[in-house]
């Protein structure tokens, strides 16, 4: 018996941006040696649950590490609104993450005003557009720390 689309966070709906969903898929078939960002900024596939609808879908996105965290940035590319998948994980703050062949569970919050610095530095020093993508808007980009849960 399959389990429907989206009602698993295991079989998640993928983005359907084409060039997304490409990313996704070639993570997937390489178990995530392949594809990287521009400049060779590392890529994860996260999965939230939709704060309406319930759905599992999943999204390619560049990450960085910090202290055996993983972080994130919803940036959206400076444009003036959240990225859905942020507005998801606020809502849902479990999420599933795919780094490298590694797959696991983890827990996301936005970083506080206090810690937020060190961690902007660390994702700028990862994806430098960060920087310029922040002077594009003018809401304060988050940057998302996902906890890993051990199962």
């Known amino acids: 018996m399959s389990v429907e689309a989206g009602t ?10 084409p060039w997304v969903a ?22 994860l596939l996260l999965t939230t649950k939709g704060r309406k609808s319930g759905v599992w879908r999943r999204t390619c996105l560049i990450y960085a590490e910090d202290a055996g965290r993983v972080l994130l940035v919803a940036s959206l590319g400076g444009a003036p609104k959240h990225p859905v998948w942020y507005l998801n994980l606020q809502a849902n703050p479990e999420v ?10 983890a827990i996301a919050r936005t970083a506080t005003a206090d810690e937020k610095p060190p961690l902007w530095d660390r994702v700028v020093g990862v994806y430098s557009d960060y920087a310029d993508y922040q002077l594009k808007t003018d809401r304060q980009i988050p940057v998302v720390i996902l906890d890993p849960v051990d199962d």
């Open 96 to 105: 599933y993450l795919q780094v490298g062949a590694r797959r696991f569970r």
């Open 22 to 43: 490409r990313q996704i898929a070639e993570y997937v078939a390489t178990d995530g040696e392949k594809p990287t960002f521009r400049g060779g900024a590392p890529l």
């Open 8 to 17: 698993d966070p295991l079989n998640p709906i993928d983005n359907e941006t």
